[in-house]
C-alpha cells in the first residue's frame, strides 16, 4: 500500500491497537470490556487524529513564515460527509488499520458506519465546496475554507407512507474532527444606525453604532490532502452572545429567564442549515447567517493579513477570496466598510482592493433561485452595508452612463437596485459588480449566463470578465474510496495509484479494453458493487432486487427541472407495455431496477408529489405477480454523501435528464461514469463536456436542445395546438383511474403538464426519453459492448478531477501557485 510520509505516530498494527486502546480507556473513559462499534470508531478516529494535527500545525506553521498568497473559499454549505475512511486513506494507513482492528475483533466496515455525515449543505454547491477544499489540499495550495457550524444539517428524510418527513440532523453530539478556538472569536454587529460627521480635515467619518453584538466562535477541522503533507483548514463560526454565558446585568436584577433567552436568540444564528436549493425565500435570519459568516470570516481574514505589516495595496496579493454562489456577496460591502471606516482609506483605493479580491461563481440562471434582499430589511439589520451598497451602485450607474448615453433601459436593468415594491437588492448583480471574475461551472452554463442572466454586464465590462471553469469532482473519494476494488484494479495497469492525483493517467487502461483478464475483472467489480447495493436495499428497504437486472439510478436533490417526474413516467409506461405483453413475449424483456434518492425541500409541494408518486408505483409495481424481477422501482431513503458511496458505484445506467439549460453542471454524472456507469442524458451542463470527452457512442443522449426551449415553451402557451405526447396521455390515464393512488394527490403534478404549459417539457422529450431507454435495454443485451463502452468510458473521464478545476481557477481567477 501507498505510504504518505514518514510516520510521526503509529507505524505498526501493534502500535496502532496500543494507541486505538489507549483513546478507548482514557479519552472516552470506556472500559474495553464493553467496547461496542461506537466506542471503537471513537478510539480509531482519535487515533488517526492525532496523525492528522501533527501535519496539520506543521502546514499552518510553514504557511505562517512563509506568508504566500492564501485563497479563501466562503461557502455556506460544505457537504463533507465521513471524515474517517478519508483520513486513513490520505494518510496512507488504512492497511494497518484493518488489520489491527480485526485483533480487536471489529470489521473496518461496521467501524467506519458508524461515523455520522457531515451533512452541511444540500448538493451539488455544497458537495462542489467539498471536492475542492479535497483537492486545494492535495495540490498544496494554501487555502481555507469558511463556513457556519450549523448544530443541525441538512435535515434526515424518512419516508412515511411514501410520503417525505423530515427530522431534525443533530450531529455534534461526537464529533472528534472539530477543534473549538475559545480563544478565536470576532464581535459581528446588527441593527442600529450610522451616524455621519466630517472630521478635521473636512473628510466624512460614518460611524456605525448601537444595535446588538453577536459572537462568532471559531470551530476548526483539518482537510488532508492524499500523498502530500498539507493538511488544510476549515474553519466553522459559531454564535454565541456576546457577553459570555449570560448577560448579568440581567442575572443579577432577576431577569434569568430573559437572559437565557437572549443566549438562545444568537445561538439560532448559525443553528440551522436552510433546506431550500432553489427557491430563495427572504428570511430574516438567513440573511443574519449570511451577515455574521461573512463578517466573521473578513475580520480573520483581515486580521491575518495585517500580521504581515504589509500595505493596503498589497491585500490582493495576499488575498483572494472566492464566492461560492451569492450567499456570500454581503463580504463585499464588508471588505468596503473594513477599508473606509476602519482602515480610513479612499473610496477609489478601497474599491479597486474589493474588486481584485473577489472571484464570483455562479450555479445557475434560475430566476427563482437568484438572491434578492428587500431594501428595508438591509436598512434594518445592515445600515452602513446599505448606504456602500447605494454609493456602489451610484458609482455603477454613472459608469454606465458615460459608456452607453444612447442606451436609457439599461440602467434599470443593471442597477444593483431593483425598483419594485419594496425595492430589492439583487445579490448577483453586486457580486458581477464587486469581483473581478465570474465564472459558471460548465461550457453550455457559462455561455447561457453570458447571454441571459448577465448579458449587459458583458457590454459593461467585455467578455473577459466572464469565464467557464468546468465543475469535477474528487477522485480519492469517487473512486478510490467509494471504489476500492476499481482503484485497485486500475493501480494494478498503471503500475501504481499516481492516476489519483493526476487523473488524465486513466488514458492508459484503454490499452486494455481487449484484456480478457482485464475486462472479466472490470466486470465483476460492477457486479460486486452491485450486490453491495442490492444487499443494502433489502437491509433498509426490505426490497429484492437481482444484481443481474440493469440497474437504472436517479439520485439527486427532487426538483421539476431535474425531472424525476419524466423518469417516474417512463417507469409507468414501461409497466404498461410489460402488462400489455404474452408471458412469452416477457421471457425476452431486460430485467430492470429503477433507484430514485433525494431530499425535497420541504416547502416544495410539487417535489414532495413526485416522490409520493414513486413510492406509490413502487408499491404497485414491486408487488405485481405478472412483473416479478422484470421490473422494480426503490426509492432510496436519506439520500446523503455515504450513501451516494454505495450507490454511484453500482449504476448501469443513470440519469441526467433535467430540461436542457437548466441544470448548470451536475457532478453525479461525473461519479457514475467515473465508476464504470453509462449516462442517459439531455443536452445540459456538463454531459455536453462528458460525451465530448468519452464520445457520442457511449454515451445515451435524447431531448430538445437548450436554444429550442424558449420556444417551445412560447408555443405551449401561445400556439393553441399543444397537444401532449400520446404515450404519456396513456400514462396519465391510469394515473387518473387510480391505478396508483387516490388520483386527486397527483392532480397538480399531472395538470402542471397538461394545464399550465409544461414549463420543463415533459411531454416535448417523453417520446425521445421511451425510444432511448429501449436503445440502452437492447445495448444492454450486448454484454460485452457495454462492457467496452463502460472501460473506454471510465478511461476517458480524466478531464473531471476537480483537481483539473482547482488549477484552473488557481491560474485563470486566484492568481496563485
Ligand atoms: C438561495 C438559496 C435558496 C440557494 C441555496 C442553495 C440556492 C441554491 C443552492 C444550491 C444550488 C446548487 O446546489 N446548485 C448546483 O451546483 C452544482 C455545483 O456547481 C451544479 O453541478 C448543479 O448543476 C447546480 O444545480
Redesign the pocket.
Known sequence: AWKKFSATEFKTKDEFESEVVKHIETTLARSLFNCDEAAAYGGVALAFRDRLVIEWNRTQQRQSSADPKRVYYLSL?FLMGRALDNAMLNVGMKDVAKEGLGELGFRMEDVISQERDAALG?????R?AACFLDSLATLNYPAWGYALRYKYGIFKQEIVDGYQVEVPDYWLDFNPWEFPRHDVTVDVQFYGHVRKYMDESGKQISVWEDGELVTAVAYDAPIPGFGTRTTNNLRLWSSKASHGEFDFTKFNSGEYEASVAEQQRAETISAVL?P?????RGKELRLKQQYFWCAASLFDIVRRFKKSRKAWKEFPNQVAIQLN?T?PTLAIPELMRILLDQEGLEWDEAWSIVQKTFGYTN??VLPE?L?KWSVPLVQHLLPRHLQIIYDINLNFMHYVERNFPKDREMLGRVSIIEESTPKMVRMAYLAVIGSHKVNG?AELHSDLIKTTIFKDFVKIYGPDKFTNVT?GITPRRWLHQANPRLSELIASKLGGYDFLRDLTLLHKIEAYVDDKEFRKEFQEIKYANKVRLAKYTKEAHGISVNPSSLFDIQVKRIHEYKRQQLNIFGVIYRYLELKDMSPEERKKVQPRVSFFGGKAAPGYWMAKTIIHLINQVGAVVNNDKDIGDLLKVVFLEDYNVSKAEIICPASDISEHISTAGT?????SNMKFVLNGGLVIGTCD?ANIEITREIGEDNIFLFGNLSEDVEDLRHAHTYSGDFAIDPKLERVFAVIRAGRFGDAAQFSALVNSIVEHGDYYLVSDDFASYIDTQKLIDAAYKDQEAWLTKTITSVSRMGFFSSDRCIDEYAEMIWNVE
Do not use: M, P, Q, W
Request: overall charge negative.
Open positions: 454549505e444540500n448538493g451539488g454547491l455544497g462542489l436552510y431550500n436549493d432553489s427557491l430563495e454562489d450567499h450555479h445557475t433561485a438572491e461551472v465543475n441544470e448548470a453542471s451536475g457532478t451542463g
